[in-house]
């Protein structure tokens, strides 16, 4: 069985892993694996070249088309379109390898253990990372242990919260971003597949929502029909469950509360742990990916500190040691919001914790 890693871990395998040694990622498709290789690898300046194996017919779509050498005494292979002509190099991707045809599949062997496409070298420091996927929804191709042999292989697990704070600072409609803060089993799955779908069940991914989010941008009012395109989207129960939060939707948002937090006190002093955690949450992404106004700044402050001292007031353990964890954590500019902002605060939070 492999090990797990969420994104931060990838980024350290990436980093870590010399280019001579091959990755392979085993997880669900639509989990952001070519575009979080992509941002790595070109943020360091090398190109990322991905191949999608399961859409390729023979060999030749991959090492490219035979034809005579000069002398017309033997045969030679000309060069893909995507080899390396300018000698630097690159990170070949190789996706959907357990979907490949097993013709594919030994030129694959070639690559991963000598680096070599048809007798023609990649350029040194060249990397291969293969994805695969994993599930029974997936028609695969059984893998020779000698190939499995050639990679160092992981299971690729995000974390919801690692998507929760992509998709606030990739500008993710709020109202989904709530929804998966409160029902985290619809970010990926979540539902019961019909057996008799004919494999044609639609079921909630990552992409999906990034695509809901982009239908429903510019729609602040969701009809019924607009649950019809969300459904074909993500499926008719994750759209179902989606509307439902529309509807019964009591936690507020970041905004509302550092605008007006009295407005909504009563409410929150009412609010179960669960909830508190998600509003923590929210007041932390929304300083910590630069939403803030600064013009707004006082009013925020002092709104955030009502909020601050109701989970001191109320016997709220479980939301006041949540929100130090937040503190806590991976979240800087969070972090010297409220020590620079709410020092006092803080403090009275650290000790009331600590007393528990």
């Known amino acids: 069985m492999a090990v797990s890693i969420n994104i931060e871990e990838l980024h350290r395998v990436l980093s870590k892993t010399p280019a001579e040694q091959n990755i392979m990622l085993c997880g669900k498709h639509g989990i952001g694996k070519s575009e979080i290789l992509t941002r790595f690898f070109e943020e360091q300046g090398m190109k990322v070249v991905p191949l999608f194996l399961g859409q390729m017919a023979d060999p030749g779509d991959l090492i490219g088309l035979p034809e005579k050498d000069e002398k017309g005494e033997s045969t030679i292979f000309l060069q893909p379109y995507w080899f390396p002509k300018d000698g630097k190099p ?8 357990n979907r490949a045809r097993p013709e594919l599949l030994q030129t694959v062997m070639d690559l991963a253990l000598n680096r070599k496409l048809a007798g023609k070298k990649l350029p040194e420091g060249s990397r291969i990372i293969s994805a695969v996927n994993d599930g029974e929804e997936y028609q695969l191709t059984d893998l020779d242990p000698a190939l499995v042999s050639r990679f160092n292989i992981y ?10 704070n992509w998709a606030d600072s990739h500008g993710i409609d709020e109202r989904i971003i709530h929804f998966i803060q409160s029902k985290p089993e619809f970010l990926e799955g979540g ?7 004919n494999g044609l069940e639609k079921t909630p991914d990552r992409r999906g ?23 074909g989207v993500v499926g008719v129960q994750a759209a179902g469950a989606f509307f439902l939060s529309l509807s019964n939707d009591e936690v507020i948002t970041a905004k509302q509360l550092f605008e007006d937090y009295g407005k909504y006190q009563s409410r929150v002093k009412k609010y179960k742990p669960h909830e508190l955690s998600i509003v923590c949450d929210r007041v932390c992404l929304y300083v910590e990916n630069g939403h803030m106004e600064n013009d707004k700044i006082n009013e925020a402050v002092k709104h955030l500190g009502m909020f601050i001292d109701d989970l001191l007031n109320n016997d709220n353990h479980e939301g006041a040691a949540y929100f130090v964890t937040l503190i806590s954590g991976d979240h800087p500019k969070f972090v010297a919001f409220i020590t620079k902002k709410l020092m006092t605060n803080y403090m009275n939070l650290i000790k009331y914790v600590q007393s528990i």
């Open 209 to 231: 929502w990034t695509k809901v989010s982009n239908l429903i941008k510019n729609e602040r009012s969701l009809d019924e029909f607009m649950r019809k395109m969300i459904a």
């Open 90 to 97: 690159i990170v070949l991707f190789l996706d959907e390898l």
């Open 155 to 164: 299971n690729f697990r995000p974390s919801v919260k690692e998507w929760i």
């Open 191 to 197: 539902v019961n597949v019909d057996i008799e779908s």
